[in-house]
């Protein structure tokens, strides 16, 4: 059974940084791209970014909104993905989805919350 | 960016009617067109990837069809299990984009 389980959420200033993980089981974690989604509390889905696998050369897409201040990594070993984000704004208060795949995603996690408050 | 709309933002409708929801995208995206439902509080679930084809273990009364910038999801006979936000996603220029959303609610 693929199980995706995001962990890291919570309360955090503005300006400062937090560190989503994303753990896996029940697939072959290294030939997968794995992406991040939000959702902003009572509003729709926000595509944040993707990395591919190491067969695709393990690159990294990010959305306009977050592109400088979030990176996208991963662990093989660990059947693990990360999101670090810094300089986090007030606007990106949101749900974070860790998701399989890098066009569509066929398997999400539970979500994490996200809060950027001071 | 692609910009994606749907209509309706809310349609109500009674168990056992055909329910259609459309997605028009703002270039051609041929048919990398994904579609997801959520419920309240929980993960969007994939039902459709590539504009028609259902996504394993997906009710059949679900399907997906059009190409270019016009694409419909279309509930053959609802259920009162398909309550929820129905999101269209594009995959063919980065970034990905998602539609606002459609709420069917059962009357």
């Known amino acids: 059974e693929v199980q995706v389980v995001e962990s890291g959420g919570g309360l955090v200033q503005p300006g400062r940084s937090l560190r989503l993980s994303c753990t896996t089981s029940?697939?072959?974690?290294?030939?997968?791209?794995m992406s991040w989604v939000r959702q902003a509390p009572g509003k729709g889905l926000e595509w944040v970014g993707v990395m591919r696998s190491k067969a695709y050369g393990g690159t990294t897409e990010y959305a306009a909104s977050v592109k400088g201040r979030f990176t996208i990594s991963r662990d093989d070993s660990k059947t693990t993905a990360y999101l670090q984000m810094n300089i986090l704004k007030t606007e990106d208060t949101a749900v974070y989805y860790c998701l399989r795949g890098r066009e569509y995603f066929d398997y999400w996690g539970q979500g994490t919350l996200v809060t950027v408050s001071s | 960016d692609i910009q994606m709309t749907q209509s309706p933002s809310t349609q109500s409708a009674s168990v056992g009617d055909r329910v259609t929801i459309t997605c028009r995208a703002s270039?051609?995206?041929?048919?990398?067109l994904a579609w997801y439902q959520q419920k309240s509080g929980k993960a969007p679930k994939l039902l459709i990837y590539q504009a028609s084809r259902l996504e394993s273990g997906v009710p059949s009364r679900f399907s997906g069809s059009g190409s270019g910038t016009e694409f419909t999801l279309t509930i053959s006979s609802l259920q009162a299990d398909d309550f929820g936000t129905y999101y269209c996603q594009q995959y063919s220029s980065y970034s990905w984009t998602f539609g606002q959303g459609t709420k069917v609610e059962i009357k």
């Open positions: 029940g697939f072959t974690f290294g030939d997968y791209a």
């Open positions: 270039q051609s995206i041929s048919s990398r």
